[in-house]
């Protein structure tokens, strides 16, 4: 069990270039094995390394809405995505506001 908490919070805490981030770059900086990380993971979170990466990519999106007056398409590039059509859907399947609802709240 701690070894899981330590993983979430390594995960947590980690500084993303979230164009690029991979597990398997996660592991390689953390001395973890690939395997050992997915499998634990999905047991303790129910979600797998890009399900979490998306969820962090999204709350990183959330907090520059709120607190820069960077426009949404530099966010969006940011976090790694390309797609404005994609990037407004996954965004408000998870805040139920487009980006623009969102920074205005």
Request: charged letters at 30%; proline letters at 1%; a positive charge.
């Amino acid at each position: 069990f701690s070894r899981i908490v330590a993983l979430i919070f390594l995960f947590n805490c980690q500084r993303w270039d979230y164009i690029s981030a991979t597990l398997e770059d996660f592991c390689r900086e953390n001395h973890l094995k690939t395997y050992t990380v997915s499998r634990l993971l999905k047991k303790h979170t129910a979600k797998t390394f890009k399900e979490l990466l998306k969820e962090r990519k999204l709350q990183q999106a959330a907090y520059l809405l709120r607190n820069t007056t960077l426009s949404t398409e530099k966010i969006f590039h940011i976090i790694g995505y390309e797609n404005s059509s994609f990037f407004h859907k996954i965004f408000r399947e998870k805040y139920g506001k487009t980006p623009k609802e969102y920074r205005f709240q």
